[in-house]
């Protein structure tokens, strides 16, 4: 019953929509890569910049390894830049680096969207683990009791719902820190017009990546809760 062809579109449409997302969004960071931010900071001049006029002192700017790795961690308050940003003088790295001190900004003014999400990160990581491992059983518990079959798609509902939702609360924390970027990259002018315009760009390739994730999440829910529909009406 897992392995039903349904969800194997709906799990391969998502799949080739976020790859191909992905594949624009590293094509506009490095297209944008190759221009030179005009005042000449690296994307950690910009974080630690951006920090500063919002009276943020408390937060470290830190490399860390990978590519687009970036992420701000509220438990330690850190920004983290991958080597790219970090060291990087260019419009795709002040963009990465001012929205990811967007994150830090919702921290400091306890932004409720933020907050929530941060709440339910162990939440959705017991959630995602345990999905990954009733996964390999739910194809043997199809073959059992339709009331057995009825419960552990009960389960994966639940697990599902909190990943769904938390992709859904990650939407307005992305946008939202975006925005505080974009309006700060300007105002402050650490980027021109033009550059400001650029970074906009890079930065809703980068939001499409998670609104296609909070997709993918809430088609799967839905298949789940009509599965179940379905198997009630027949009982």
Known sequence: MYYDPFLMIITFAFMAIGMLVSARLK??????????????????DVAEKMLQQHGIYDVKVVSV???LSDHYNPSDKTVNLSPDVYNGCNISAAAVAAHECGHAVQHQTSYQWLNMRSKMVPTVQ?????????????????????KLTNTMLIVFIILQGAITLFSLITLPVEVDASKRALVWLESSRIANYKETDDAKDALKWAAYTYFVSALSSVATLLYFIMRLMGNSRED
């Open 65 to 67: 390894d990978g590519f």
């Open 27 to 44: 094509s506009k960071f490095h297209a944008y890569s190759q221009e030179r931010l005009s005042s000449g900071l690296t994307g950690k």
């Open 126 to 146: 017991i959630a995602s683990s345990a999905l990954s491992f009733l996964t390999f059983g739910m194809a043997f518990m199809a073959y059992m009791s339709p």
